[in-house]
């Protein structure tokens, strides 16, 4: 079973959190599905460093300050991913898509109405609380 180690940011303007949207991918039970943006941490680099990594090139975001979340560990039919998650201030709402197809900026309470990858699921539940 293929693992993969990741990061996700769970980036805030104004109370606002940013949620992106897939596109169609191989795997039918995480296509057009909605999470956190982030990506693979590299061989021999710091979660840290993936993050900013990552959000540079998703979103040309460039990301200063950022405390840990939550760590899931999912189990999909395919892959086992590790997912760090951190919680990173921004100081604006412009971002550029340059792998999602769409994306809100959500309060706590609305991120229920989205179509979520099931291992973004217990990031929502706690930011809910």
């Not at 109370?15 to 057009?32: A, F, M, P, T």
Request: contains cysteine; negative net charge.
């Amino acid at each position: 079973m293929k693992f993969i180690e990741v990061v996700a940011a769970i980036l805030i303007f104004d109370s606002k959190i940013l949620c992106v949207q897939r596109g169609h991918e191989k795997y039918d039970y995480i296509s057009k599905k909605w999470e956190f943006p982030g990506g693979k941490v590299e061989e021999n680099e710091s979660l840290e460093a993936a993050l900013k990594r990552e959000i540079l090139e998703e979103l040309d975001i460039k990301l200063s300050t950022c405390e840990f979340f939550l760590t899931v560990n999912h189990q999909y039919p395919d892959f086992q991913i590790k997912m760090h998650s951190f919680v990173c201030k921004v100081s604006s709402r412009n971002i550029e898509l340059q792998e999602h197809i769409d994306f809100k900026w959500l309060g706590r309470r609305e991120l229920d109405i989205l179509d979520w990858a099931e291992a973004d699921l217990p990031i929502v539940e706690k930011l809910k609380h």
